[in-house]
């Protein structure tokens, strides 16, 4: 009875067994996990220095200066070579002398610190176009010599000062005494030193005005004051003599308004 007991409960115990095993019996392989299907979207990479597409510069243009308009230059007003004897105040002191020469003005100075003017008796003018020529002789550094514009008389005017060692400014001069409208510029575009010459420009309009040297602009100015009155030059030694200027080839044009632009500039430099 005990055998059979313990025969049942072997056959009992295999069943169970086989039960747990995989079909096909110990040697059956392993049911592989199903991998997922693709989702189709794939995961986007990040780039982080994207590359930026290479600009391509325009075609290089050549630089053409530009000149400076004129504003309106119109009508030659007035052209003095200075063969007329009588146009230009002359005299002769023991400071120097303002005389003339083969077509031309020369002051010459001839004491120490002295300041010589001369004027051009007529016409006056208001607004203008001016240019006229210089040549320094004799001179030293600081020596100053240049033109007189809008004046009254020999007290009274717009002084354009240039020195022999390349400066220029802008005075106001009132009963002998001057105000600085514009102070020292230093510039290349003026010819300096003894035997120099340059050509000088002056664009007047009512109370803008406008300079010139060698048909180049240095610099611009307003100034409410005058506004008309004659031509003139100077020369002025800022020690001992010699000094020696000449003028020439003196043209005036007057301004035709419908040419001015309505805003013209405001005072500049140049170097």
Do not use: H
């Not at 009512?206 to 100034?223: I, Q, T, Y």
């Amino acid at each position: 009875m005990r055998s059979l007991l313990r025969w049942l409960g072997l056959l009992l115990l295999a069943g169970v067994v086989s039960a747990c095993l995989p079909a096909g019996g110990l040697n059956a392989p392993l049911a592989d996990t199903p991998t997922p299907p693709p989702t189709g979207t794939p995961t986007p990479t990040i780039v982080w220095f994207p590359p930026t597409p290479t600009r391509t510069p325009p075609p290089t243009q050549p630089f053409v200066p530009t000149p400076t308009p004129q504003l309106g230059k119109d009508q030659i007003l007035l052209e003095d070579d200075f063969s007329q004897r009588e146009a230009w105040v002359t005299t002769r002191t023991s400071a120097g002398s303002a005389a003339y020469g083969v077509d031309e003005l020369t002051l010459a100075v001839a004491s120490r610190r002295a300041y010589l003017v001369s004027l051009r008796r007529s016409p006056p003018f208001k607004d203008f176009y001016l240019e006229m020529s210089t040549r320094v002789s004799l001179c030293q550094a600081e020596d100053q010599y240049g033109l007189l514009l809008r004046a009254a008389d020999e007290w009274n005017y717009y002084r354009w000062v240039i020195t022999c060692d390349g400066r220029t400014r802008l005075e106001r001069v009132q009963q002998g005494a001057f105000v600085v409208v514009q102070d020292w510029l230093e510039s290349p575009r003026i010819q300096a030193g003894a035997l120099a010459e340059n050509r000088l420009g002056v664009w007047m309009f009512g109370r803008e005005m406008r300079f010139f040297v060698n048909d180049l602009e240095l610099f611009s100015a307003r100034d409410p004051v005058w506004d008309e009155g004659l031509v003139g030059v100077f020369v002025r030694a800022a020690g001992e003599p010699p000094l020696t200027v000449s003028f020439d080839d003196l043209l005036v044009w007057s301004l035709d308004r419908t040419q001015i632009p309505t805003s013209t500039p405001v005072p500049t430099t140049a170097p």
